[in-house]
């Protein structure tokens, strides 16, 4: 069964960066889409980013700017560049690699104020 590994999360001031990973326990050439989401206490789960095989990209709004999706077929990993962190991006981040693919554990991220 693929497993998803998330990384990368912590405790950082509002204004400062982190870099979130999704490792894959398989190739991941094939996945066309390969998504962010976070899930802050009290909220649904809500979308992030994705990126596509080709490469396009498409972020909602509350991070434009700010946050960079990537991925690595060869590592069969994807990334979550996340600069100017603010308090409201307090959230626990997961990866999906595309349906039927169980959710990883996620990795938590605050952002103290």
């Known amino acids: 069964q693929v497993q998803l590994v998330e990384s990368g999360g912590g405790l950082v001031q509002a204004g400062g960066s982190l870099r979130l990973s999704c490792a894959v326990s398989?190739?991941?050439?094939?996945?066309?889409?390969m998504s962010w989401f976070r899930q802050a206490p009290g909220k649904q789960r809500e979308l992030v980013a994705h990126i596509n095989s080709g490469g396009s990209r498409i972020y909602v709004d509350s991070v434009k700017g700010r946050f960079t999706i990537s991925r690595d077929n060869a590592k069969n990993t994807m990334y979550l560049q996340m600069n100017s962190l603010k308090p409201e991006d307090t959230a626990v981040y997961y990866c999906?690699?595309?349906?039927?693919?169980?959710w990883g554990q996620g990795t938590q991220v605050t952002v103290s104020s």
């Open positions: 398989r190739s991941i050439s094939s996945i066309k889409t």
């Open positions: 999906k690699a595309g349906p039927g693919v169980p």
